[in-house]
C-alpha cells in the first residue's frame, strides 16, 4: 500500500461508477478540498445519453465523451468498469476477459496511462470468485470493487473482491463514521473507502450539499492519507 510508505496509518479513497456528467461537478467539489477519487468508466458507452427514472423525477444519465475522458479525469484515477456494464457471473470465461480487458486496453489509450484497476458493474450479486480469478489472472487488473459495504477500516487481503466501507448516500452513518477514523489512533494500515454514482446527487436538492458537508469534515487532516484506490490500495 503505497500510503503506508508516507507514514501515515489512515487512508481515504472514493469511487465513482458509469462516467457520467455529473462527475464534472463532483471532481469540482473533490479538487476543493483536496480529495481523490478512481472513476470507473465503460468504454464502448462512452457519449451515450440516458435519463433514469428514480423516486419519480427524470435523471440525466449523459455520459462523459471519449475525448474529453483525459481532461476531465486529470488528477484523478480512471479505472475500468467493463465495456458494456453486463453482470460477469453471468458470462463464459472468454467475454469476462474480453470485457474487462478490452475495456482497460480501451481507458488505458484514452487516459494516456495503464488503467490497472476495475469496479464491477451492475447490482445484486455481480462478482464471485471465479469471475476474480478469471481477472486475476488473465488480464492487467490489479484489483477490482465490489458493492457489498463493511462499514469497516480494516485492511483486505482480497484486492479482486474488495469491499467498499460504505455507499455515499448513506449520510448518517458517513457523517458517524467519518468522526471516528478522524478520532481513530491506530498503529496498523485502516482505509476509509466509499462508493457511489455522481448521478444520484441528483436525487433530492440537498444532497450535493450533505457531500460536501462530509468533505469538509474529513479533508486537509495532517494523519490522513488522500489517495485514489490505486495510490490507497497497491
Known amino acids: 500500500m503505497n500510503f503506508a510508505n508516507q507514514e501515515k496509518k489512515k487512508a481515504i479513497t472514493f469511487s465513482y461508477d458509469d462516467g457520467v456528467t455529473q462527475d464534472i461537478r463532483l471532481i469540482e467539489l473533490l479538487n476543493k478540498?483536496?480529495?481523490?477519487?478512481?472513476?470507473?468508466?465503460?468504454?464502448?458507452?462512452?457519449?451515450?445519453?440516458?435519463?433514469?427514472?428514480?423516486?419519480?423525477?427524470?435523471?440525466?444519465?449523459?455520459?462523459?465523451?471519449?475525448?474529453?475522458?483525459?481532461?476531465?479525469?486529470?488528477?484523478?484515477?480512471i479505472a475500468s468498469h467493463t465495456l458494456t456494464h453486463p453482470n460477469l457471473t453471468k458470462h463464459e470465461t472468454d467475454e469476462v476477459i474480453r470485457q474487462v480487458e478490452m475495456d482497460r486496453q480501451n481507458l488505458s489509450e484514452l487516459a494516456g496511462y495503464e488503467v490497472v484497476g476495475m469496479a464491477y458493474p451492475c447490482g445484486g450479486t455481480n462478482n464471485d470468485?471465479?469471475?476474480?480469478?478469471?481477472?486475476?489472472?488473465?488480464?492487467?487488473?490489479?484489483?477490482?470493487?465490489?458493492?457489498?459495504?463493511?462499514?469497516?477500516?480494516?485492511?483486505?487481503?482480497?484486492?479482486?473482491?474488495?469491499?467498499?466501507?460504505?455507499?455515499?448516500?448513506?449520510?448518517?452513518?458517513?457523517?458517524?463514521?467519518?468522526?471516528?477514523?478522524?478520532d481513530l489512533k491506530t498503529e496498523t494500515p485502516q482505509i476509509f473507502y466509499i462508493w457511489g454514482h455522481s448521478y444520484e446527487m441528483d436525487y433530492t436538492p440537498d444532497y450535493w450539499s450533505k457531500l460536501e458537508e462530509f468533505f469538509k469534515l474529513i479533508s486537509n487532516r495532517d494523519d490522513i492519507f488522500y489517495g485514489t484506490n490505486k495510490e490507497v490500495l497497491l
Open 129 to 182: 470468485d471465479r469471475v476474480a480469478d478469471i481477472i486475476k489472472n488473465h488480464t492487467g487488473i490489479k484489483y477490482s470493487r465490489t458493492i457489498t459495504c463493511n462499514k469497516c477500516f480494516d485492511v483486505q487481503e482480497n484486492l479482486f473482491r474488495f469491499n467498499p466501507t460504505l455507499f455515499h448516500l448513506n449520510f448518517e452513518d458517513m457523517m458517524t463514521l467519518g468522526q471516528k477514523f478522524i
Open 33 to 77: 478540498y483536496n480529495l481523490k477519487c478512481t472513476f470507473n468508466l465503460n468504454s464502448e458507452l462512452l457519449s451515450h445519453k440516458g435519463i433514469l427514472n428514480r423516486n419519480g423525477q427524470r435523471i440525466s444519465h449523459y455520459k462523459i465523451h471519449p475525448e474529453d475522458v483525459k481532461y476531465v479525469y486529470e488528477g484523478h484515477e
